[in-house]
C-alpha cells in the first residue's frame, strides 16, 4: 500500500496543478483593466487569504488526518449543517469550474484545429480525466506532477523574460520600469470602486487549495508532509504571481491589456519570440486541464464523504481495488457532463454570470473552513491567538471581496446567483432533515 500513497514532491505538484490554473493566465487581465496597476495589491493581499485558509487546512489535517478534510472538520465543528454545506457546496463549485475548464480547454485546441467541432474535444478531454481519476492516486499524482512542472517553468520563463526586457537585453523599451506604474492615470486610475471591483479576479487563481487537502491525506506521511507542501505551495505561487504581475506591469501600460487574450502573450510579444501564440496557447492549455484535474478528484472525494456522513446516497462509499470512489466518480462525472452541455446550450453571458456564481459560493467554503478552525478544538492542535486574529482578518477580506463583485456589471449577477445557490442549499438541508432524506439513504 505505500508505494500508493504521494511523496512529499508529488503532493506539492498536485497541489500547485490544483491551484495554478488558465485562470491566472486569463482572468489576470480583466483584473488589472479593472483596478489599474494596484491590481498588485490585489494579488498580495488574495495571497495573504490563500495562506490563511491552507495554514488553517494544514494543521486541522495534522490534528486529524481523515478523508474528507474539511467537510468532516465542518461537521465536527458546526454539526451536519456545517458537513452538508461545506461538502455539497464545495462538489456544486467544483462541477461548474469543470465544466468551464473543459471548455475552456477545447476553445484552446481549436487554435490549431479550427475546423474541428468543440464537442469533440470537449468530449475527449472529460474522458481523459475521468480515466486519469480511475487510475487512483498514485498515477493521478504522478500524471498532475508532470503537467504541473509545466506550468511552473512557464512561470519562470516569463519572469525571466521579464527582467531580460526590462535591463533592455532584447531591445530598448523606453517607458519600461517603475515610472510605467504611475503614468497612465496613476496607480489606482480607477480608485477604491476599481480595487475592489478585481478582488474576485484577483482570488480565483488562488483557489483550489481544498485538492490538496483532499490529496495530503493519501500522502505517505500527512501530519508531517503537509505543513511542508503548503510552505513550498504558498511561497511558490505567491513569489511567481506578484513578480509576473509586477513585470507584466513594468513593461505593457496597463490600459493596453486586452481581457480577451492572456495579457503575457502581450508580454512575450515584446521579446519577439516566434511561435508565441502557440506556446502560450500550449501553456494554458495544460494549466486548463490539470486544474480540471485536480477539480474532478477533489469533488470525488467530498461526494465520497457526504455520503460517509450520509448526507449523500450510501452507495457513493464503495471504492475500487484502486482505492478510487467509483460512484461518487461516476455521478461527478454526470455532473460534467451537464455542465458542459450547459456551456453550449445557455448564452455566454449567462454562463460567464453562472461561473461566477460559481466562484461566489466557492469561497463562501472558505468563510466556512476559517470559522471552523477558529471554533475548532483538538488536544493535538496548537491554534495560537495569532492564528485566530489572521483568520478573522481572512474572514473580512473574503467578505469585502464577495461584496466587491457588486461594483461589476457580471460579477454582481453572479453575487445574485451565489446567494440563490446557497439560499436553494439552506433549504434543501431543511426539507431534507424534516423528512428524514438522510436516514433513508
Known amino acids: 500500500m505505500e508505494d500508493k500513497r504521494l511523496s512529499i514532491t508529488e503532493l506539492t505538484l498536485v497541489g500547485v496543478g490544483g491551484i495554478l490554473g488558465a485562470g491566472f493566465f486569463l482572468a489576470s487581465g480583466i483584473a488589472i483593466r479593472t483596478a489599474g496597476p494596484v491590481v498588485i495589491l490585489n494579488y498580495l493581499l488574495s495571497a495573504f487569504i490563500m495562506s490563511q485558509v491552507f495554514y488553517a487546512l494544514s494543521q486541522m489535517i495534522i490534528s486529524k488526518p481523515v478523508e474528507g478534510t474539511f467537510r468532516v472538520y465542518a461537521e465536527d465543528v458546526l454539526g451536519n449543517i456545517g458537513g452538508f454545506f461545506s461538502g455539497w457546496i464545495y462538489w456544486t463549485a467544483g462541477v461548474f469550474i469543470m465544466g468551464s475548464e473543459v471548455t475552456a480547454s477545447a476553445i484552446f485546441t481549436k487554435y490549431w484545429f479550427p475546423h474541428v467541432p468543440l464537442w469533440v474535444f470537449a468530449l475527449i478531454y472529460s474522458i481523459l480525466v475521468i480515466l486519469v481519476n480511475l487510475m487512483g492516486t498514485k498515477n493521478f499524482g504522478e500524471i498532475e506532477s508532470w503537467f504541473s512542472v509545466i506550468k511552473i517553468i512557464a512561470l519562470f520563463i516569463i519572469v525571466t523574460i521579464g527582467f531580460l526586457l526590462l535591463l533592455g537585453i532584447f531591445h530598448t523599451i523606453s517607458h519600461a520600469g517603475l515610472k510605467n506604474l504611475f503614468i497612465h492615470g496613476g496607480f489606482a486610475p480607477h480608485g477604491i470602486k476599481g480595487f475592489l471591483g478585481a478582488m474576485l479576479m484577483s482570488l480565483i487563481p488562488f483557489g483550489g487549495v481544498e485538492v490538496i487537502a483532499m490529496s495530503s491525506v493519501k500522502a505517505k506521511d500527512p501530519k508531517k508532509y503537509t505543513p511542508i507542501a503548503r510552505r513550498r505551495i504558498a511561497l511558490l505561487l505567491t513569489t511567481l504571481y506578484i513578480l509576473s504581475i509586477t513585470l507584466l506591469l513594468f513593461i505593457v501600460p496597463w490600459n493596453e491589456i486586452s481581457t480577451k487574450e492572456s495579457p503575457f502573450i502581450r508580454l512575450l510579444h515584446f ?144 453575487f445574485i446567483g451565489g446567494i440563490t445557490i446557497l439560499t436553494l442549499f439552506y433549504l434543501f438541508y431543511f426539507i431534507a432533515q424534516k423528512i428524514k432524506l438522510f436516514d433513508r439513504w
Do not use: H
Open 271 to 414: 521579446a519577439r519570440i516566434p511561435y508565441i501564440g502557440s506556446i502560450m496557447n500550449f501553456v494554458i492549455l495544460t494549466a486548463a486541464l490539470t486544474t480540471m484535474n485536480g477539480a474532478m478528484y477533489g469533488v470525488t472525494q467530498v461526494l465520497y464523504s457526504l455520503g460517509q456522513g450520509r448526507f449523500a446516497p450510501t452507495f457513493l462509499t464503495k471504492k475500487t481495488k484502486r482505492d478510487v470512489p467509483i460512484y461518487a466518480l461516476a455521478l461527478s462525472s454526470v455532473g460534467l457532463f451537464i455542465a458542459v452541455v450547459f456551456s453550449y446550450l445557455l448564452p455566454k453571458d449567462v454562463y460567464e454570470c453562472i461561473t461566477s456564481a460559481t466562484g461566489f459560493v466557492q469561497f463562501f467554503n472558505w468563510v466556512i473552513i476559517l470559522y471552523t478552525f477558529i471554533k475548532y478544538k483538538n488536544p493535538t492542535l496548537n491554534k495560537q491567538a495569532k492564528d485566530v486574529f489572521f483568520s478573522w482578518i481572512a474572514i473580512y477580506l473574503i467578505f469585502i471581496t464577495l461584496l466587491g463583485t457588486i461594483f461589476v456589471p457580471k460579477q454582481k449577477v453572479g
